[in-house]
């Protein structure tokens, strides 16, 4: 929460045009799920785990070394730029290493068997970092950084990402481009963010060909178009690649609150695809789930989502409503359109074309 991106005018710096605001990627929305959980009465039927900083060497293995000390030393200043839209300030740098490390520990927990599964509600987010510069309010790929510590480390074979942030995980999906132990999957908003980035067409490359599946959904979807890439694509995907281990790139910015991006999806929307990844989880891996918080941008409602989230994950429902569900669950558009349909269709082919690579 101590992770400071200064002002702006939304994301962009407010030059002296207009009021800076505080920027849009903050503290508050990730403070108030936690908050949430806690004042839901969830927390009590939850294990807290204590995340530990990712070692250098372990940050070393998706980022270059020039890059690192960059950070460190721009850290250790007033801070900076990481790249490109990714503001920090003084001390980032170390709290970085702690939401990449508290990835790394929630998959120790899991694989180790303290726990079933995880949520790893960490900040700055990571999705969109490249090896050598940082994107996207991204300083380190902490869910890349995380699946290579569970390849590397841990021995484990092979293991999945899906990534249901509404912008494209353009950073996951190049450190594992050309790798077939590691299945990405991205569903987002077609050419928001990064621009060009996450088409149908970017399958992978050499060996990894196939084992990227892009689900580049049209703005506007709603929760049927989001459960019918589950059940059409993300559940097939998974089923036939068999992972080990499954790390969902959890972004709540898919909202239909959310001012960084136009889909529509509920609280309710999140729930059932928890619980269609849950299903798949039971059957390929033993339950064995990691999620890594990645964006999600209206502190309004974000918390509601997270909630309905963890909820499944620990198979305890707290009762308390999300007020705005039925407003939301009400707009039109929320069942799945033809263009979005046609989508879901091709990718789905993709997904049917899927094996499991031998480790
Ligand atoms: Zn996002």
């Given at each position: 929460m101590w992770h400071d991106t200064g002002t702006g005018a939304l994301v962009m710096p407010a030059g002296l045009t207009v009021q800076p605001l505080g920027h849009i990627e903050s503290p508050e929305g990730k403070r108030r799920i936690r908050n949430l959980v806690e004042v839901s009465g969830l927390m009590d039927h939850l294990v807290q785990l204590k995340p530990r900083p990712a070692t250098e060497d372990e940050i070393l293995r998706l980022h270059t070394k020039e890059y690192v000390e960059r950070i460190k030393n721009m850290s250790s200043e007033m801070g900076g730029d990481a790249g490109e839209e990714t503001p920090f300030g003084r001390g980032s740098y170390e709290i970085a290493l702690l939401a990449a490390g508290g990835c790394i520990s929630a998959v120790d927990a899991v694989i180790d068997g303290t726990v079933d599964n995880a949520y790893a509600l960490v900040r700055p987010p990571g999705h969109h970092a490249e090896k050598d510069r940082g994107r996207g309010f991204c300083i380190f790929g902490n869910i890349a950084i995380a699946a290579m510590h569970a390849r590397q480390s841990r021995g484990v074979g092979r293991v999945a990402i899906v990534d249901w942030?509404?912008?494209?995980?353009n950073g996951t999906e190049h450190a594992f481009y050309s790798d077939p132990t590691v299945l990405t999957i991205s569903i987002h908003q077609d050419n928001n963010y990064p621009p060009s980035s996450g088409a149908l067409s970017d399958t992978g490359s050499g060996a990894g060909e196939g084992y990227n599946l892009n689900v580049p959904l049209p703005p506007g979807s709603g929760v049927g178009a989001y459960v019918a890439t589950f059940e059409q694509v993300v559940a097939p995907a998974l089923a036939a690649f068999r992972p080990q281990l499954i790390l969902i790139a959890s972004g709540l910015d898919a909202s239909a609150m959310d001012p960084l991006a136009s889909m529509m999806m509920t609280s309710a929307g999140y729930r059932t695809l928890t619980r269609t990844v849950l299903a798949v989880a039971r059957d390929?891996?033993?339950?064995?789930v990691v999620a890594c918080h990645e964006g999600g941008y209206s502190p309004a409602y974000v918390p509601y989502c997270a909630l309905a989230v963890i909820e499944e994950m620990a198979g305890v429902k707290t009762g308390l409503e999300d007020p705005l569900l039925e407003l939301l669950a009400a707009m039109g558009g929320q069942d799945i359109q033809p263009h979005q349909e046609a989508v879901v269709r091709e990718a789905a082919k993709l997904a049917a074309g899927l094996v499991a690579a031998a480790p």
């Open positions: 942030d509404v912008h494209h995980g390929v891996c033993g339950g064995r």
